[in-house]
């Protein structure tokens, strides 16, 4: 049972070039990768336009922007779980892989210093340095699809089961001795990832192929 919360107010939907998985954002710019066509594609977000697409080394999940970068979670033939650089308008570099903690992890954020890695099955998610080192582990209440770091708070987009719905977004305040954990929205579609365009969150419709704004709740 959980309270009663608003549903999202959208904004924008935008059709995906691909069966989205991975979603981040740089400024206008949407990053989206795609378990199935094994790509990422830059998109501008005001008109749609893919303006630059890349075969990923290996199946890729997770995205979140790092500057002029990309890193990218992938994983190999046995599943396990990596971070892949991707240097904008280039190509993978791909002698900078690094092995995730449990070698898992489907959903990345970065807060400018280090990243965050939402296991989903495990229900928690696993700050590490730029070495993959382990800093600290979160416990989730839910399943998280997807992460966003907004104002030092992590915000999770997460159902209960599958592809079950509701979806909601809840926000961990995680700089106290304790989390503080509020569930803030409904998401009433099944969605994937999450990121932050300094506005207006965006997250993925996976049964519409598009990508959706929606407006930050608090």
């Keep these: 049972m959980h309270l009663t919360v608003p549903v999202i107010e959208e904004f924008v939907r935008i059709p995906s070039p691909c069966p989205p998985f991975g979603l981040a954002c740089d400024g206008p710019h949407l990053w989206v990768g795609s378990t199935t066509t094994r790509r ?8 749609g336009k893919v303006f630059e697409e890349v075969t990923a080394p290996e199946t890729p999940f997770g995205i979140a922007v790092t500057g002029d970068a990309l890193r990218v979670i ?5 599943d396990d779980r990596y971070l892949c650089r991707y240097v904008m308008g280039k190509d993978f570099k791909r002698s900078e892989r690094l092995g995730l ?7 990345l954020a970065y807060d400018g210093h280090t990243f965050f890695v939402a296991q989903r099955y495990d ?3 696993v700050q590490i340095d730029g070495h993959g080192r382990t800093l600290r582990t979160f416990v989730t209440p839910r399943m998280p699809v997807g992460i966003a770091i907004v104002g030092g708070r ?7 089961d599958g592809d079950e719905l509701p979806f909601a977004l809840l926000r ?3 700089r106290g001795a304790e989390p503080e954990i509020v569930e803030l929205a409904e998401v009433p579609f099944v969605a994937r990832a999450l990121a932050f365009d300094g506005r207006r969150f965006w997250t ?4 519409e192929n598009a990508l959706v704004s929606f407006a930050k709740p608090d």
């Design 154 to 160: 992590i915000y999770v987009l997460a159902n209960d």
């Design 101 to 107: 903690p449990d070698r898992s992890g489907s959903s």
């Design 204 to 207: 993925a419709d996976k049964r």
């Design 172 to 174: 961990m305040d995680v």
């Design 74 to 78: 992938v994983a190999d033939e046995a």
């Design 123 to 125: 229900k928690q998610i």
């Design 40 to 47: 990422i594609y830059g998109i501008d977000s005001r008109n």
